[in-house]
C-alpha cells in the first residue's frame, strides 16, 4: 500500500466499512460539552424515535467563552451554568451523571461508575486530558496538588471559579504562565489571557509581572501589544519549553533557566482524554509511538476500530498531512456533533449521507482600551481527491459592539 492510501485510509477519506443498517435504537454519548451536547440535542430533533444517554461526570455544562475578561473584571456576571438534567428534560434524551471508566468496543458497551450502558452507536466528545508526566510529574497526588494550585484552567471549565478567586488573591511578585504546545485548545485564547492579566495587572497597579513561557512563536497580533503597551507588566520567553517543574520551591525548569513563581498559571501539553487512551482508540505515529490524540476519520469522525463509534471535538486526532488538525474550538466541536448526529439519523434510516466538514469562527480580544477584536474565520472544503483545504481568514474589527457575545448566545441557542 503506498504512504498516500496508509494516511487516506487511516484519517478516514477512504472508505473503509460498508454502510450499517441498523434495526437498533441506542446512542450513548460521552462527554457534555460543545461536540456531545450538539450531537444529543441535534439527534432529538432528527430522530425522536432513537434512545439517546448522555454520561458526564459534572452536574451542569459551563463554557469557556468570553470567560479571560470575567477572570479579571471586578463585578462581571455571574458564572453561567446549565445543569444537564434541565437540559435532558428540555431536549429528550436521559443524562447520566458518572465517569466513564472504560469503552469495550468488542461487546459495543461503555462501562460507568453508575453501570454498563450498551449501545448501538457511540459518540466520544470527552475533550482532553494534561500530560504532566511531560514535565516529569507521575504521582497522581502531586497532579492533584499542581492543579489545585496553580491549574492554568484549560481542562475544565468548572475550575474557572478557583482560578478568578486565586487571581483575586494574587497581591504582587511574579505571575507565570506556561503556554502549552501546539496543538491546543483554542489557539488564540491564552494569548488573549495574558492580555487581560496584563491590562488588570496595569490598571489596578498591582506590582506584579506576568512571566509567560511559550514554545510556540506568539500570535503576532498579540506581539505588539503585549511587549510595548504592557512592557511594564510582561516578560516573555520566546520559544521556551519546560521541562519539569518543582512545587516545594514554586519554580519551573527551562531549556535556558530555572524559573521562580509566587503564583502560575501552569498548562502541561495536551492530549486527548483519558478515557480514549483506556479504549486503545489513540492514533499511533510513525514507529508506534502515541500521537496524544484520536485516530478518526477526517471528514466522517468514525474510528477505525468501529464504524459505529465516532470521535468528536478536541480529542480529535490528525486529518491532513497540509494543515494537521482542525482548530480545537468550540465551534468545530459543535459542528462535529451536528456532523455525526445527521451520519447516524441517515444510517439508522437507511439512507446514504454526505459529511458535512465544519467550521470556526472565532472573536478574539487584540486590544482592551481602546477595545478591538479580531474575528478568525476558519473553514473547509475538499478539494476532490479526499485531500481538505483549509481556509484561515483574520479580520480587524476596530469598533467591536458585542459581536463576540453575539456569537456565543446563537452558538447556545443549538444545544442548550
Ligand atoms: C480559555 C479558553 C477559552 C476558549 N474560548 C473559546 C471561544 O471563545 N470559542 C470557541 O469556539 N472555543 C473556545 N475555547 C475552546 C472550547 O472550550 C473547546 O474547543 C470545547 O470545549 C471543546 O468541546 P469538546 O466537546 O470537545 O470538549 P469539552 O467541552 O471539554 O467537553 C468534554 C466533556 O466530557 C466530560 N468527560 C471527559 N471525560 C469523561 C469521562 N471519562 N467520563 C465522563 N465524562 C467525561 C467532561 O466533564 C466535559 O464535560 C476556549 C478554550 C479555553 C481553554
Known sequence: MTNRRQFLLAAGLLSLLPPVFAANRRV??????????AAASQLRQLVPELEVTL?????????????NRWLVEAGAA???????????????????????????????NV???????????????????????????EDPQAIAELRRRHSGVMQSAADLPALKQRLANFKGGDLLMTIPPAPFRCPPAPYERA??????????KIPGKLVIIDPNPMMPAFRNILLDRYKDQVTYL?????????????????????????????????????????????????????????????TDFRSAADGRVFVIGDAAGLVSPQFGYFPKTGQVASRMGQAVARQIAAQAAGKPQTPLLPES??????????????????????????????????TRNPNPAGEDAAWAAAMYREFL
Request: net charge negative.
Open 361 to 394: 469562527v472565532c472573536h478574539v480580544t487584540s486590544s482592551i482600551e481602546p477595545l478591538e477584536n479580531i474575528r478568525i474565520d476558519t473553514s473547509y472544503r475538499d478539494r476532490g481527491d479526499g485531500f481538505l483545504i483549509q481556509t484561515v481568514k483574520q
Open 111 to 137: 462501562v460507568t461508575t453508575h453501570g454498563v450502558l450498551p449501545y448501538d452507536w457511540l459518540v466520544l466528545a470527552p475533550g482532553i486530558r494534561e500530560n504532566w508526566s511531560a514535565w516529569q510529574v
Open 238 to 298: 520566546d520559544h521556551a519549553k519546560v521541562r519539569s517543574v518543582d512545587l516545594v520551591r514554586q519554580s519551573v525548569s527551562t531549556d535556558i533557566d530555572d524559573i521562580r513563581f509566587d503564583e502560575a498559571l501552569l498548562c502541561p501539553p495536551q492530549q486527548a482524554a483519558d478515557v480514549l487512551w483506556q479504549s486503545g482508540l489513540i492514533r499511533p505515529e510513525e514507529g508506534g509511538k502515541p500521537s496524544g490524540w484520536a485516530a478518526q476519520g477526517a
Open 195 to 204: 492580555l487581560f492579566i496584563a491590562w488588570w495587572l496595569k490598571t489596578q
Open 78 to 108: 455571574p458564572w453561567a451554568r446549565h445543569d444537564y438534567a434541565g437540559l435532558a428534560k428540555k431536549h429528550g434524551y436521559r443524562f447520566v451523571q458518572g465517569d466513564v471508566t472504560e469503552v469495550a468496543i468488542a461487546q459495543r
Open 55 to 67: 454520561v458526564d461526570r459534572q452536574p451542569a455544562f459551563m463554557s469557556f467563552a468570553l470567560s
Open 28 to 37: 450513548v454519548i460521552v462527554g457534555g460539552g460543545w461536540g456531545g451536547l
